[in-house]
């Protein structure tokens, strides 16, 4: 009898722990194949001149695969990688060891979504289902008070709704035992040269942070645990608003090393037994704005970006005073915390959210350049980049996203006295 064999695409969920794609492969199969793709899409310059990934988010996604692809052979296996697009293998592996059935999680970004098309087109012609799966979000779409068509395009109401009706659902476990289809080369993790980025010299964003699961799961450990930054109170006369805390899991988060619902149920552990902390409320929104962001970019797509030619401007950037948003980009704007921050963003790939806020509000409503210049850049930059998070937020600093309704949205007022406070007499630099 022909063995079933299933295919597991890994994509943003470099992670055995709270995996349901990965724990239904291994139940409904007699051996799977993980694969990870080193698409050469995604590290190719855009139309922006920038780049689609930077250096340190390419060092922290090799870290990622590295540490999965180690998590696999403990348990005796491997997992295949390989750089080319997705759908000029898969239906070559698909034939070659006459694979049954392909897994994968489901994006929302658009051209994610694309290539998923590409891969599911190539499938069919092979009678080969592709089969989706929504990991990504804290709650499941199913599991939420309202269908996707009915999902409130204003945060508020979305959280106050989803925080009443829903619920998060427990963790899968991390599978202890795994067969693996037998394959002769499992191929070699690339370099950055190899994926056409230059060797930095440069370490994480906090100089010890490493892509990978085990690395995420220490860092939340250590977090929640009493006597570590999270308890500790914040004070500053610039951002003086609860937003000097920050947790620094985006980038596990965004790769998929950690799953929101681990996080939350962690959260609501170290709730449990250390009691109410302000901050622990700062990383379930956090949590609940990523979804929010995911829902509305499978609600409208592209339609969530309030500007009528959208496609063209990326496609096409609007002209820009080039000089002004280069030295913006280097923080030498001449506006002190706004030179901070870009210069933090630039050496290491993180800034918080606060500051993301005061550098987008300086960029599209003090030099008055357009906010995708900003989020393409940011792109490139930051290791916790994720398309819905990043390009809704900065659709939101410029008023262009659907939750125009809301302060908790963006504060321009806010957002600009914070400017004045640290520099009231600094002109823009042209």
Same mark, same amino acid.
């Given at each position: 009898?022909?063995?079933?064999? $299933?295919?597991?695409?890994? @994509?943003?969920? /470099?992670?055995? &722990?709270?995996?349901?794609? /990965?724990?239904?492969?291994?139940?409904?199969?007699?051996?799977?194949?993980?694969? *990870?793709?080193?698409?050469? @899409?995604?590290?190719?310059?855009?139309?922006?001149?920038?780049?689609?990934?930077?250096? @340190?988010?390419?060092?922290?996604?090799?870290?990622?695969?590295?540490?999965?692809?180690?998590?696999?052979?403990?348990?005796?296996?491997?997992?295949?990688?390989?750089?080319?697009?997705?759908?000029?293998?898969?239906?070559?592996?698909?034939?070659?060891?006459?694979?049954?059935?392909? *897994?994968?999680? @489901?994006?929302?970004?658009?051209?994610?979504?694309?290539?998923?098309?590409?891969?599911?087109?190539?499938? +069919?012609?092979?009678?080969?289902?592709?089969?989706?799966?929504?990991? &990504? %979000?804290? *709650?499941?779409?199913?599991?939420?008070?309202?269908? $996707?068509?009915?999902?409130?395009?204003?945060?508020?109401?979305?959280?106050?709704?989803?925080?009443?009706?829903? $619920?998060?659902?427990?963790?899968?476990?991390?599978?202890?035992?795994?067969?693996?289809?037998?394959?002769?080369? +499992?191929?070699?993790?690339?370099?950055?040269?190899?994926?056409?980025?230059?060797?930095?010299?440069?370490?994480?964003?906090?100089?010890?942070?490493?892509?990978?699961?085990?690395?995420?799961?220490?860092?939340?450990?250590?977090? /929640?645990?009493?006597?570590?930054?999270?308890?500790?109170?914040?004070?500053?006369?610039?951002?003086?608003?609860?937003?000097?805390? %920050?947790?620094? $899991?985006?980038?596990?988060?965004?790769?998929?090393?950690?799953?929101?619902?681990?996080?939350?149920?962690?959260?609501?552990?170290?709730?449990?037994?250390?009691?109410?902390?302000?901050?622990?409320?700062?990383?379930?929104?956090?949590?609940?704005?990523?979804?929010?962001?995911?829902?509305?970019?499978?609600?409208?797509?592209?339609?969530?970006?309030?500007?009528?030619?959208?496609?063209?401007?990326?496609?096409?950037?609007?002209?820009?005073?080039?000089?002004?948003?280069?030295?913006?980009?280097?923080?030498?704007?001449?506006?002190?915390?706004?030179?901070?921050?870009?210069?933090?963003?630039?050496?290491?790939?993180?800034?918080? &959210?606060?500051?993301?806020?005061?550098?987008?509000?300086?960029?599209?409503?003090?030099?008055?350049?357009?906010?995708?210049?900003?989020?393409?850049?940011?792109?490139?930059?930051?290791?916790?980049?994720?398309?819905?998070?990043?390009?809704?937020? +900065?659709?939101?600093?410029?008023?262009?996203?659907?939750?125009?309704?809301?302060?908790? =949205?963006?504060?321009?007022?806010?957002?600009?006295?914070?400017?004045?406070?640290?520099?009231?007499? =600094?002109?823009?630099?042209?």
């Amino acid at each position: 009898m022909k063995s079933k064999k $299933i295919l597991v695409w890994f @994509r943003n969920d /470099l992670r055995l &722990h709270d995996n349901e794609m /990965l724990v239904e492969a291994i139940a409904k199969s007699d051996c799977i194949l993980p694969i *990870y793709f080193f698409d050469p @899409r995604y590290f190719e310059s855009t139309s922006f001149e920038t780049e689609k990934t930077g250096a @340190r988010r390419a060092q922290f996604l090799l870290e990622s695969v590295l540490a999965l692809r180690t998590a696999f052979q403990k348990l005796g296996g491997d997992i295949l990688l390989i750089q080319g697009k997705p759908e000029e293998h898969i239906p070559i592996i698909v034939e070659q060891l006459e694979i049954s059935e392909v *897994y994968h999680h @489901r994006e929302v970004g658009p051209e994610e979504t694309l290539v998923s098309g590409y891969v599911e087109d190539a499938l +069919w012609k092979q009678r080969v289902n592709l089969k989706h799966f929504i990991g &990504h %979000t804290l *709650y499941n779409k199913e599991d939420l008070p309202f269908p $996707i068509k009915d999902i409130p395009d204003v945060f508020t109401q979305f959280k106050k709704k989803t925080e009443r009706d829903a $619920i998060v659902k427990s963790c899968f476990e991390s599978p202890l035992e795994i067969t693996f289809a037998e394959n002769e080369n +499992w191929g070699a993790l690339p370099s950055l040269l190899e994926l056409g980025l230059a060797e930095p010299g440069f370490v994480s964003f906090d100089n010890e942070t490493r892509g990978g699961e085990l690395d995420g799961l220490e860092h939340l450990t250590k977090l /929640l645990e009493p006597g570590s930054e999270i308890y500790t109170k914040y004070s500053s006369k610039v951002l003086a608003d609860k937003q000097g805390f %920050t947790s620094k $899991i985006s980038g596990w988060l965004s790769f998929g090393c950690l799953s929101p619902r681990k996080v939350y149920w962690m959260v609501k552990e170290a709730e449990a037994s250390f009691g109410p902390n302000p901050n622990f409320n700062q990383i379930l929104l956090g949590l609940l704005w990523r979804d929010y962001f995911r829902f509305m970019f499978k609600k409208h797509g592209i339609k969530f970006f309030q500007e009528p030619d959208f496609e063209e401007m990326i496609l096409s950037p609007v002209e820009v005073d080039v000089a002004q948003v280069k030295k913006w980009k280097n923080g030498e704007t001449g506006h002190l915390l706004v030179d901070k921050y870009m210069k933090e963003l630039n050496d290491s790939g993180f800034i918080p &959210h606060a500051a993301r806020l005061v550098v987008a509000t300086f960029l599209i409503h003090v030099l008055k350049v357009h906010w995708t210049i900003g989020a393409a850049y940011f792109e490139e930059k930051l290791i916790d980049y994720a398309p819905a998070s990043n390009w809704g937020n +900065w659709a939101n600093v410029a008023g262009a996203g659907l939750d125009l309704k809301s302060k908790n =949205t963006f504060d321009l007022d806010k957002q600009m006295k914070i400017l004045d406070v640290v520099s009231p007499d =600094t002109a823009p630099v042209a």
